[in-house]
């Protein structure tokens, strides 16, 4: 009888200790997954257009200009804080073993374990407990670190993670991409209608743009669109806002050529500042006056560059730029006016008519 109870034993620990191993453990998620961003772009990374389900086990959350956000990875978490103040104290992750978001700070990341990285060469799961860590830093190896210390080392690899993950776009995930596009996209897709790229991924998921698509179609299309399409049909136009790729706006630290839509420029002598909205622009405006030479916005419609002293501008709309509510910019008074109508906008205003108050209750 007992060499029966310690053969059962044995067997249970045994099979505990398989369920361990690097190839059973999976990153996607095993019960209902907390999806946090709204809309229909919920299901996928603001950053690299991943599938939050497929890696749920290590996405992290934020909030950018109030506004939630949900990352397949901490890897896609340290690129979005390139650009935006996010405060690390508001950060969650997914517990990996209750699958249930806690707040980052006080995680315990298993760094460089036997489980492949998302979006990096080096894997980070968190756990809520120290004894689960530690649990798992004895199956699958790595280290136990803070959350502190493990977005340090994301960021200080972040260069590297993404030569190598630009690398695979361009030798596979381009080229699969074009495929897709030209075989089931009968229409243009203009990129620049969107802000993230998720919300792209979430019209062509709608079946409309171009058909039914699996999830492993959609990936590489959405990439392909947004990384590719986007920038040939903004270089080929001599008409728009120029900006090259290193171009941060002074007030949020965006990088402007990712929003190509909602660019605008002040111009001094022997130099320029470049911003992702009319919104950030106003707010540099006030302060630095002297010496402007020209200032430029994007024609909402054409897409045009214009001078922003004789634009028109919707205020309040419930039409969102990179930086959340914006002034939307118009050549035409009477498009204007009808954008307005159409979008719930506050009012029409020129440019002379801009105040400091009004800009900065957009952020409200």
């Known amino acids: 009888m007992l060499k029966k109870l310690f053969l059962g034993v044995f067997i249970l620990l045994l099979l505990t200790t398989q369920n361990l191993s690097a190839d059973s453990f999976t990153k996607s998620a095993t019960i209902k ?35 939630d956000k949900q990352y397949c990875s901490m890897r896609c978490l340290a690129v979005d804080m390139q650009e935006h103040k996010i405060d690390t104290n508001d950060v969650k ?31 980070k799961v968190a756990f809520s407990s120290k004894e689960a860590a530690d649990d798992f830093n004895i199956e699958h190896g790595g280290e136990v670190v803070s959350f502190e210390k493990a977005l340090k080392m994301a960021s200080e690899s972040l260069d590297s993670d993404i030569e190598m993950v630009q690398n695979k776009k361009e030798k596979q995930v381009y080229p699969m991409g074009k495929k ?12 620049n209608n969107y802000v993230q790229l998720n919300e792209l991924k ?18 590489p299309l959405s990439l392909y669109i947004w990384e590719v399409k986007r920038f040939e049909a903004n270089d080929k136009r001599v008409d728009t806002i120029q900006v090259t790729k290193d171009e941060k706006c002074p007030i949020c630290g965006m990088f402007v050529y990712k929003y190509p839509k909602w660019a605008a420029q002040i111009f001094y002598e ?42 028109f501008y919707v205020l309040g709309s419930d039409v969102y730029g990179p930086m959340g509510k914006e002034l939307i910019p118009f050549n035409s008074q009477k498009e204007a006016k009808a954008f307005n109508m159409d979008h719930k906008g506050f009012k029409v205003i020129e440019f002379k008519d801009i105040t400091s108050s009004e800009i900065y209750k957009l952020d409200e």
């Open 180 to 191: 897709i596009y030209d075989k089931n996209c009968k229409q243009n897709i203009d990129a």
């Open 33 to 67: 997954p907390e999806l946090i961003q709204k809309g229909s772009q919920k299901e996928w990374c603001p950053v690299c257009g991943m599938k939050l389900e497929s890696f749920y086990k290590t996405s992290h959350t934020s909030k950018v200009n109030h506004t």
């Open 270 to 311: 022997g130099k320029h500042h470049s911003f992702d909205g009319v919104k950030d622009m106003m707010k540099y405006y006030f302060q630095n006056k002297d010496g402007i030479k020209k200032i430029l916005v994007t024609d909402y419609y054409s897409q045009k560059a214009i001078d922003a002293s004789t634009a």
């Open 93 to 123: 992750v997914v517990d990996a073993l209750s699958q249930k978001l806690i707040f980052a700070k006080d995680a315990h990341y298993v760094v460089g374990s036997d489980v492949k990285g998302t979006m990096s060469k080096v894997s």
């Open 202 to 219: 979430a019209d062509l998921a709608d079946k409309k743009l171009c058909g039914t698509l699996s999830e492993e179609e959609l990936q």
